[in-house]
C-alpha cells in the first residue's frame, strides 16, 4: 500500500513539474563529437552570447583546445537537419577566448572574439567564414557583439598608455561577408586608472545599451550607459546594481560580477548578473528590466526561487524576442554536481519558480548556458557537460517549444 | 557531498599565464609579498616552502578588514612573509590560469570550481604542496599566527588542526 501511495505522488510530482514547465525540450543534439582527453570546451565572456538564431538556422560559437591552443570554434544548424555541421575554425592567431555571436539577415551570423590580445569581428554563413576585422588597436579583450535589422555594434574593453577604456564599434557588412568598422567611440572620453570588466551590450530600436563591472569606486559595481544614436556621445554611467554597505567601517558594498544583457519587445533591455548581497551565501542571480533601451532602469529582481536562497549561483546568460519573450539561465551546484537552470516572468509578472530542464541536469556536470529566443518563443539552449568537473568536456544543444497554457 | 575541486588539484600543476591586456586587478594586503598562482607555485617548490593561497575580492568587506587589523600585525607579517610563498587569486578576475589536465580557465571560474562560496578563504599548503586545511572568513590574528605555527613547526604531521588549536 504504502509502495502504491508512493507512486501516486511520484506521479502527482512528474506531473506538476512538467505543468509548471514554459518550456518542453524533446531531446538534445551534440554540438561537438563525444569528449576526447585532454580537450576542454568553454563558454565564457561578455554577456554569455554563443548562441543565436536565425529563421533558418541556428549557430553557436565556442573556445577549445582540439589544437593544443585554445581557439574559437563555430557550428551552425539548419532547422530542416539534425545535426550541427562539422566546426570551423574561427580564430587563427597563438590563442583566442570569449567569442561571442548574434544573428544577421539572411541566414547570417556575426561572431566576435579576442584573438592575442585584440579583438575581431567575422561573419559566419552556412557557406563559411568572411574574412576577419581588426576591431582594437592597443591592448583589448572582453569583446561582445549585437544586431539590430543588420545594424551590428560590439564593445569592448581597451587599454591605452595605461588607462582603461570601454570602446563601441558601429560595424557595416560588406557584400563580400566583411565587416568594416565606421565608427568606434569610447563610452566615456577619459580613461579610467582602474579596470573595467565584461563590458555586455544590446541594441534594438530605442539605441544602444552597454554594461560592465566598474572598480573606479575602490569596489565593482555594475554601471550602465546608453545612447540612442552611435552618432551622439553615451549618456553618463549609471548604476545598474542596488548595492548594501555599512556593515562596518570597511564595507563599500556587495559584490556584483557578469552581467548579461538582452534586448526584449520594442524597446526593453533585460540586465542579469551574479550578485552578493546575500551575504555567506555566495552569489545569486539578480535582475532588472530597462525601458528604452536601457536609459531607464526599474528595481533590482531576485531572480531564483527560495530553493536557491541557500546556495551559490553562477555563469547567468539572458535572452529575448521582439514578441516580448525574456529568460535568464544559470547553473549551481543545489543537486552536488552542476546543472543548469532557467526562470521566466510568470503570469503574475514574478521570476517563475527554478526550473532545471531534464536534458541538461541529472548525473554529470552540466554548466555554463547559453541561450536564445526566437520570435516563436523557442528557447535554444547551449551548454557544456562534463562526466566530472575536470575531466574532458562536450557541447550540447537542445531547442524548448513553448507551452500553450 | 562532492569534494571540492580545488582539494583534488595539485597544486604543482597550476600554472597562471597573465595576457598582455590583464593586470592584478584586486588588492592583497600591502607590505606582503603576495604573488600570482604561476610565481608562487614555482617558487614554493623549488624553495620547499609552504604556501598560503588567498581567494579575494576586490573591494571585499572582510578582506579589507582583515588587512586593516590583521594582516598589519609584526608579527604576523614577519611570520608569512618571510616563511611561506603568498599566492592571491581573484575571484572574479578574467586572467586565465592552466590547470594540470592542460585546461585554461579564468580565476573566477578556478574559484567557482573550487567551491570558493566566500571571501576571503584561505587554503594552506605543506611543503610538499599537499592541501592541509582551508579557512573561510575573518580569522583573528592568534588563529592566524597559530596556523602558521602548525605548519612551520610541522605539528599537521602528526595532529589533527583542530586538536592543536585547542591546546594552545
Not at chain 1, 359 to 376: F, R
Not at chain 2, 66 to 87: G, I, P, Q, R, W
Amino acid at each position: 500500500m504504502k509502495l502504491r501511495f508512493a507512486g501516486l505522488w511520484l506521479v502527482l510530482i512528474i506531473f506538476q513539474s512538467q505543468a509548471s514547465d514554459r518550456w518542453v525540450f524533446a531531446g538534445r543534439s551534440a554540438v561537438t563529437g563525444a569528449a576526447q582527453d585532454r580537450v576542454y570546451h568553454h563558454l565564457d565572456g561578455s554577456g554569455r552570447k554563443h548562441i543565436a538564431v536565425t529563421k533558418q538556422s541556428v549557430a553557436a560559437v565556442w573556445e577549445d583546445n582540439r589544437s593544443q591552443t585554445p581557439q574559437i570554434y563555430a557550428t551552425l544548424k539548419s532547422f530542416s537537419s539534425d545535426r550541427f555541421t562539422a566546426a570551423l575554425q574561427v580564430s587563427d592567431g597563438g590563442e583566442a577566448y570569449e567569442p561571442s555571436i548574434d544573428a544577421l539577415s539572411n541566414n547570417r551570423f556575426a561572431l566576435a572574439f579576442e584573438q592575442d590580445a585584440s579583438v575581431f569581428a567575422r561573419i559566419l554563413t552556412a557557406e563559411g567564414l568572411g574574412v576577419p576585422t581588426r576591431l582594437s588597436h592597443q591592448a583589448a579583450s572582453h569583446v561582445s557583439i549585437a544586431s539590430f535589422n543588420d545594424q551590428v555594434f560590439a564593445s569592448w574593453r581597451e587599454r591605452d598608455s595605461g588607462r582603461w577604456f570601454l570602446k563601441v564599434a558601429v560595424l557595416r557588412i560588406e557584400d563580400t561577408n566583411r565587416f568594416i568598422v565606421e565608427s568606434v567611440q569610447s563610452v566615456e572620453a577619459e580613461g579610467l586608472e582602474t579596470p573595467l570588466l565584461f563590458p555586455a551590450i544590446a541594441v534594438n530600436a530605442a539605441g544602444l545599451c552597454v554594461a560592465w563591472e566598474d572598480r573606479r569606486a575602490g569596489h565593482t559595481r555594475l554601471l550602465v550607459s546608453h545612447t540612442a544614436d552611435m552618432g551622439k556621445p553615451f549618456n553618463a554611467p549609471q548604476p545598474l546594481n542596488e548595492f548594501f554597505s555599512n556593515r562596518n567601517e570597511y564595507d563599500k558594498g556587495n559584490g556584483v560580477t557578469r552581467v548579461s544583457l538582452a534586448s526584449f519587445g520594442e524597446d526593453e533591455i533585460l540586465a542579469a548578473w551574479m550578485d552578493k548581497r546575500r551575504g555567506s551565501t555566495g552569489y545569486g542571480i539578480f535582475a532588472a528590466l530597462g525601458a528604452d533601451a536601457g536609459e531607464n532602469f526599474g528595481p533590482n529582481e531576485k531572480v531564483h526561487g527560495e530553493e536557491g536562497d541557500r546556495l551559490a549561483h553562477y555563469n547567468p546568460a539572458t535572452a529575448g524576442n521582439q514578441a516580448g519573450d525574456f529568460i535568464i539561465a544559470w547553473d549551481d551546484f543545489r543537486r552536488a554536481d552542476s546543472d543548469i537552470w532557467i526562470s521566466a516572468y510568470n503570469s503574475d509578472l514574478e521570476w517563475s519558480q527554478d526550473h532545471a530542464p531534464s536534458v541538461a541536469s541529472g548525473s554529470g556536470e552540466q554548466s555554463h548556458p547559453s541561450i536564445a529566443l526566437d520570435e516563436q518563443g523557442n528557447l535554444h539552449l547551449l551548454w557544456i557537460e562534463r562526466s566530472q568537473q575536470d575531466g574532458p568536456s562536450r557541447l550540447w544543444y537542445s531547442l524548448g517549444r513553448p507551452q500553450k497554457p | 557531498m562532492l569534494q571540492s575541486y580545488f582539494f583534488r588539484l595539485p597544486l604543482a600543476c597550476v600554472v597562471l599565464f597573465t595576457l598582455s591586456v590583464g593586470t592584478l586587478l584586486a588588492a592583497p594586503p600591502e607590505g606582503y609579498r603576495f604573488l600570482s598562482l604561476t610565481e608562487a607555485t614555482q617558487l614554493a617548490s623549488s624553495q620547499n616552502k609552504p604556501m598560503l593561497l588567498y581567494f579575494g575580492r576586490y573591494g571585499c568587506t572582510t578582506c579589507r578588514k582583515m588587512h586593516a587589523e590583521v594582516f598589519n600585525d609584526a608579527s604576523l607579517h614577519a611570520k608569512y612573509n618571510d616563511a611561506f610563498v603568498l599566492a592571491y587569486v581573484d575571484t572574479e578576475s578574467g586572467d586565465r590560469i592552466s590547470l594540470a589536465n592542460g585546461e585554461r580557465i579564468t580565476e573566477m571560474q578556478f574559484a567557482s570550481r573550487s567551491r570558493i562560496i566566500g571571501t576571503p578563504t584561505f587554503i594552506f599548503f605543506s611543503p610538499d604542496q599537499k592541501v592541509l586545511f582551508k579557512k573561510a572568513g575573518f580569522q583573528t590574528i592568534a588563529q592566524m599566527s597559530q596556523y602558521g605555527d602548525y605548519i612551520l613547526e610541522k605539528h599537521y604531521q602528526s595532529t589533527p588542526l583542530q586538536e592543536f588549536m585547542a591546546g594552545q
